[in-house]
């Protein structure tokens, strides 16, 4: 098992930037692929952004590329997601995920889930 828990969210304005941690513990070899989702109040979960455990295969969605990174340091088993330009469209709980085997941003194959963190950006 893999636990994940998120740090790192609060309330900023549009334009403001914020970084979001995730430190993984338990079998950490399972986290291969780490990775950021997020989910709005009525929606279902997005994909944000992902990558494998060297770094050389890195994903986004459109709607953050260019503005968000993701990075991570395999030491402390920690990734990061570096926010910055931020709009009111980026409000959503943000949630870490891992998994052993997959890459890509369909959330369901991914098996272990953080407990979320609150990102909410006022206009």
């Known amino acids: 098992q893999v636990q994940l828990v998120e740090s790192g969210g609060g309330l900023v304005q549009a334009g403001d930037s914020l970084r979001l941690s995730c430190a993984a513990s338990?079998?950490?070899?399972?986290?291969?692929?780490m990775g950021w989702f997020r989910q709005a109040p009525g929606k279902e979960r997005d994909f944000v952004a992902t990558m494998d455990k060297s770094g050389g295969r890195t994903y986004y969605s459109d709607s953050v590329k260019g503005r968000f990174t993701i990075s991570r340091d395999n030491a402390k088993n920690t990734v990061y997601l570096q926010m910055n330009s931020l709009k009111p469209e980026d409000t959503a709980v943000y949630y870490c995920?891992?998994?052993?085997?997959?890459?890509?941003?369909?959330?369901?194959?991914?098996?272990?889930w953080g407990q979320g963190t609150q990102v909410t950006v006022s206009s």
């Open positions: 995920a891992a998994d052993a085997y997959y890459i890509g941003p369909a959330y369901r194959n991914y098996a272990y």
């Open positions: 338990g079998r950490t070899s399972s986290s291969v692929a």
